[in-house]
């Protein structure tokens, strides 16, 4: 069986995770922001409280989403630079 890595799509998934990893979080903090009011206006409301508790839970989860983005973009980037590298080794040994 006969297989082709492309490096290109390698970076091009890397890249793709990158931008996720950048905009899971952002999204939420815009998202909550638009829609609570602001703290200072009902600090001591148990809704308020309640939703401060849901909002850094969630921040933390998108957290780790986002870092294992980050962390899978970063594989992918070293495999294609590997890739590259090996064909130029080979095409170097394979030289006439």
């Given at each position: 069986m006969d297989f082709e890595v492309?490096?290109?799509a390698l970076r091009q998934g890397a890249a793709a995770l990158q931008a996720l990893a950048d905009r899971v979080r952002g999204d939420l903090v815009a998202t909550y922001h638009a829609a609570a009011p602001t703290r200072s206006a009902n600090p001591d409301w148990p809704a308020t409280a309640a939703n401060d508790a849901?909002?850094?839970t969630i921040d933390a989860t998108l957290a780790g989403l986002a870092s294992r983005c980050r962390t899978l973009a970063e594989a992918l980037s070293a495999a294609a630079l590997?890739?590259?590298r090996t064909d130029e080794n080979a095409g170097r040994r394979l030289a006439w």
């Open positions: 492309s490096p290109v849901v909002v850094i590997e890739y590259e």
